[in-house]
């Protein structure tokens, strides 16, 4: 009895090391399982049902491919999938050198119509400015010295500055104004 009690732990002892070989021989790796053995390592490419046998390997519910093979097959499936890729960038990157270059002849049109609005706005202030300051000087030092009429021509003044305010509403255009009115008076 001795003797059947001690084979037996001898036994247990040797299916559960062996099992434990047989358990550490599959690897979950990325969602397949990897299965070592002496000539290699294949791998499950489905669904790994372990043995409910203790020292029995699973079954794979599905293919088993080499390691190199499935490189292989995923690398070659990567290629084909940047080949589809390729075009559509290409198609991208045109799209956006049309938009770039479309942007940029904006940007120059933009420039050139502020640049084409300044001076035309210099140009009316020139001419505002000159009108005012000549008709204002052609009047003779009496009439200004006379208060009544530096009232009348002060109110003339600011009609005039009051009606080109409302046709020339421009930021600078209001500058030029204020400017011409306070030198046509000193």
């Not at 399982?33 to 669904?47: D, L, P």
């Not at 502020?114 to 140009?123: G, H, K, L, P, T």
Request: proline share 2%; with cysteine.
């Amino acid at each position: 009895m001795k003797r059947l009690i001690h084979g037996t732990a001898i036994w247990f002892t040797f299916m559960f090391f062996w099992a434990s070989s047989v358990q550490s021989q599959t690897q979950e790796i990325g969602g397949y399982t990897v299965i070592r053995g002496g000539s290699g390592s294949i791998i499950c490419v489905g669904r790994w049902i372990p043995s409910t046998e203790p020292g029995r390997p699973g079954v794979c519910d599905g293919q088993m491919a080499d390691v190199s093979q499935l490189t292989a097959i995923s690398t070659r499936q990567t290629a084909d999938r940047l080949d589809q890729l390729l075009p559509v960038l290409e198609s991208m990157d045109q799209k956006l050198a049309d938009s770039n270059a479309q942007i940029e002849r904006l940007i120059e049109a933009t420039i050139n119509t502020q640049a084409s609005i300044n001076r035309q706005v210099e140009q009316v202030g020139e001419l505002m400015h000159d009108t005012i300051s000549s008709r204002v000087d052609a009047l003779s030092r009496r009439v200004l010295a006379n208060d009544t009429f530096k009232r009348e021509l002060e109110k003339l003044k600011q009609d005039i500055l009051t009606d080109l305010k409302k046709n020339y509403s421009g930021e600078l255009m209001h500058h030029l104004i204020r400017t011409a009115g306070q030198h046509a008076f000193r």
